[in-house]
């Protein structure tokens, strides 16, 4: 069967939703432009405090995500042509059945610390072994479930396991905030949101525990289609990474004005999230291997399709 047509209505409401209003709106998507999705308007503040979103020969239009679950989705149905997840999101999405292809590496962000379980202030809970038979919230198939689950798999948190509870970034945080869960695994900014500015903890990170890379995601029709662009389009990421680097106060400084985020928070998600974009190569290949374990051990996924066509290896960087 194709993969397409193992997809899950219900999984795709959302996505088709706003499939229909980029179709809907006058003039709202030309056959040259590109649609990227970003989330949390990290990408697009990159580009444009690098200058690197200046003389493009096609336009871009930002949608904008609180995750990587609904940004998929929307990838899936075609409403967006390329947009930023971590490696767990997109090989859940993936193996689901969805028409995407991971094109560019994003490596591990602040040495895997951009994704934690954190827990309120003054809770009691002080290390992973509290969090066994606890509630801990996390967004299916996000990186902090992949944190979860692999944290779980490798023993860190003993049994009997936490009983996981799948929520929205904003309900996972007016849960932890009311006591209807006893802890969150989540990512930038919302790590640094609760342990900055709420004075929560973090128990644990991904340093060690997964690969944490990141993908510049794309669909099969824009690979096929929007090739061009899309090449040039990630370029322009490698050029903006490579400046940010050099310049994060400046970055940070816009992305606090364009997210809303505390400048503080802001500070701080902009150190973790400057990497080096790269090709996609048999190493990475290789490493997300244990992404994909970690789902199929826990009974989330059964894709037979081969492992390699999860990743399209036709853009180079200079």
Request: hydrophobic share 50%; with cysteine; charged share 15%.
């Amino acid at each position: 069967m194709h993969r397409a047509a193992r997809l899950m209505p219900c999984r795709l409401l959302g996505a088709l939703a706003l499939l229909c209003l980029l179709h809907a709106a006058p003039g709202a998507r030309a056959d040259d432009d590109l649609v990227v999705a970003d989330q949390k308007g990290q990408q697009k503040a990159l580009l444009e405090a690098a200058g690197a979103d200046q003389g493009l020969p096609y336009r871009i239009r930002w949608t904008e995500f609180e995750a990587a679950a609904p940004l998929l989705q929307a990838l899936g149905a075609g409403a967006v042509d390329t947009g930023i997840a971590g490696d767990g999101p997109f090989l859940f999405a993936w193996g689901a059945g969805l028409p995407v292809r991971a094109a560019l590496l994003i490596p591990p962000r602040g040495g895997g610390r951009a994704t934690a379980v954190v827990v309120p202030s003054g809770s009691p809970i002080h290390a992973l072994s509290g969090l066994s038979g606890k509630r801990v919230a996390t967004g299916r198939g996000s990186i902090g479930h992949l944190l979860l689950l692999r944290l779980i798999q490798t023993g860190a948190i003993p049994a009997p396991a936490p009983h996981i509870v799948f929520l929205a970034p904003a309900q996972a945080k007016a849960a932890l905030d009311s006591g209807g869960i006893d802890a969150w695994s989540t990512w930038e900014p919302y790590v640094s949101l609760e342990t900055i500015q709420n004075h929560g903890a973090i128990l644990a990170d991904g340093a060690g525990v997964m690969p944490n890379n990141s993908f510049f995601v794309a669909t099969d029709a824009a690979l096929a289609h929007k090739h061009a662009q899309l090449a040039d389009f990630y370029r322009r990421v490698a050029r903006a990474y490579a400046w940010g680097a050099l310049h994060q106060r400046d970055y940070a400084a816009l992305l606090a004005r364009q997210t809303g985020l505390p400048q503080t928070v802001a500070d701080a998600v902009a150190q973790k999230l400057i990497a080096t974009p790269a090709a996609v190569g048999d190493g990475v290949v290789k490493a997300e291997q244990v992404t994909l374990d970690a789902y199929r051990a826990a009974g989330f996924l059964s894709s037979v399709d081969p492992f390699e066509t999860a990743f399209d290896r036709s853009f180079t960087l200079p």
